[in-house]
């Protein structure tokens, strides 16, 4: 048996890396006042078609979406946003407090073509901010965003930046695109000549060959932004270079979701030598109302975790995991019973230890006790329980310690915590 196709296993061996991300996103997030939230898996397919929007690819193309026992339509999460924004209208949120910030991290969903980096069960790290509008939130974010992939040890680092305007300028920009591809639609894809209907933006994001240079010297959005767009853009532009953030106005970026509106922004980094898209995210100050909640501004970022870690791994990030405590060498049943009591006793002390019953030679158990990076060995033979009398050794500094059989659990742990 083998996995399916696009998914895979996250091994032992490669968690550590997987966990020093996680605990550096938590520790950053929560010192800017992000709460964790944890969403499930499987929702109701109409909550992405309704936000994600009919007519992208992940709704027509790569959602994992089926039928369940009561003929309810259901669908494997191919994002977080949504999820969020339904949990922050059903569980009545905003009653209380509806300035929230949320993160969270975990797999998402999506049935695209499996390649190097890119996996149909892939992993994001997620934050979003519901209750403001005003643009130094966008800013935060980015920061925010900034300074984690920073301290990752990612170099190179320039946020791609564009407002994709609102209701009021949106429009405009939308008109101005459509007269400029009148003469070019033979030249787009099935898809875009369908999109020229539903969602001319959608065409902005399509990386087809023959529409990207259809689109060449296409409108750009920052052009056409309404007063208060353009407002808020310059606000986000200005706190971004006060805070030091690399950044760039790239105005043929879109997002590929319907829902966002004004800022939206990528993360690029040059670890690797050619540019590379780690993370992005954007307003989308209507979703919330869309989805039957009242009207709440909103915006986040999602960051592509299985691509972070690629990164990382080819930067040869050393991540040192560590090993037990301490480590019993056990000889001889009567040895391996008291062991396995000790052992027991110190992991409920917080005490990580560890031992070995398959009654392998002195010489073989220290060798495994060098191999999982053990701190501290003791040794238990028929000797030593007759003496009642054990030594420990601390194997950075190889000093040793005597210690007796009575309140052995106790002092030990003493010993070890100091």
């Keep these: 048996m083998q996995t399916i196709r696009g998914f895979r296993d996250i091994l032992p061996e490669q968690i550590a890396l997987w966990q020093k991300v996680e605990q550096e996103a938590a520790a950053l997030f929560e010192s800017f006042g992000y709460r964790e939230i944890r969403i499930p898996i499987v929702e109701k397919t109409a909550l992405f078609a309704r936000s994600i929007g009919e007519t992208t690819d992940i709704v027509e193309k790569e959602m994992y979406t089926f039928e369940d026992r009561t003929g309810d339509m259901l669908t494997l999460r191919p994002e977080a946003t949504a999820s969020i924004c339904r949990a922050y209208i059903q569980h009545k949120m905003y009653a209380a407090e509806p300035v929230r910030k949320f993160y969270l991290t975990g797999p998402m969903f999506r049935r695209e073509r499996p390649q190097k980096g890119r996996y149909r069960q892939f992993y994001q790290i997620d934050a979003e901010v519901f209750g403001v509008e005003s643009p130094y939130i966008d800013s935060e974010l980015i920061f925010l965003l900034h300074t984690l992939l920073r301290r990752l040890g990612l170099e190179g680092l320039s946020a791609h930046i564009n407002s994709l305007g609102c209701p009021v300028c949106r429009p405009d920009f939308q008109k101005a695109l459509l007269d400029f591809l009148g003469e070019r639609k033979d030249n787009l894809c099935e898809n875009c000549k369908r999109r020229l209907v539903k969602n001319p933006l959608r065409i902005l994001d399509c990386k087809v060959e023959t529409c990207r240079q259809a689109l060449e010297g296409s409108p750009a959005t920052v052009d056409h932004l309404c007063p208060d767009c353009r407002t808020h853009f310059e606000t986000v532009k200005t706190s971004l270079e006060k805070l030091g953030v690399d950044f760039m106005i790239d105005d043929t970026l879109v997002r590929g979701l319907d829902y966002y509106t004004r800022t939206a922004w990528e993360v690029q980094t040059t670890t690797l030598g050619a540019q590379s898209a780690v993370a992005g995210g954007g307003r989308y100050d209507r979703l919330v109302e869309e989805l039957g909640g009242p009207s709440t501004p909103a915006i986040g970022f999602a960051i592509g975790f299985d691509r972070l870690v690629e990164v990382m791994e080819q930067l040869d990030t050393q991540v040192c995991e560590k090993g037990p405590d301490l480590f019993i060498v056990s000889l001889g049943a009567d040895a391996q019973a008291y062991a396995f009591e000790w052992s027991c006793r110190l992991n409920t002390m917080g005490i990580r230890t560890d031992s070995d019953f398959r009654g392998k030679s002195m010489k073989a158990l220290m060798k495994?006790?060098?191999?999982?990076?053990?701190?501290?060995?003791?040794?238990?033979?028929?000797?030593?329980?007759?003496?009642?009398?054990?030594?420990?050794?601390?194997?950075?500094?190889?000093?040793?310690?005597?210690?007796?059989?009575?309140?052995?659990?106790?002092?030990?742990?003493?010993?070890?915590?100091?």
């Design 368 to 418: 495994r006790a060098n191999k999982v990076n053990a701190a501290f060995v003791l040794i238990i033979g028929d000797n030593e329980l007759a003496q009642k009398k054990l030594v420990l050794r601390n194997m950075a500094t190889k000093e040793q310690t005597e210690i007796g059989l009575d309140n052995l659990v106790n002092d030990l742990a003493q010993l070890i915590k100091n």
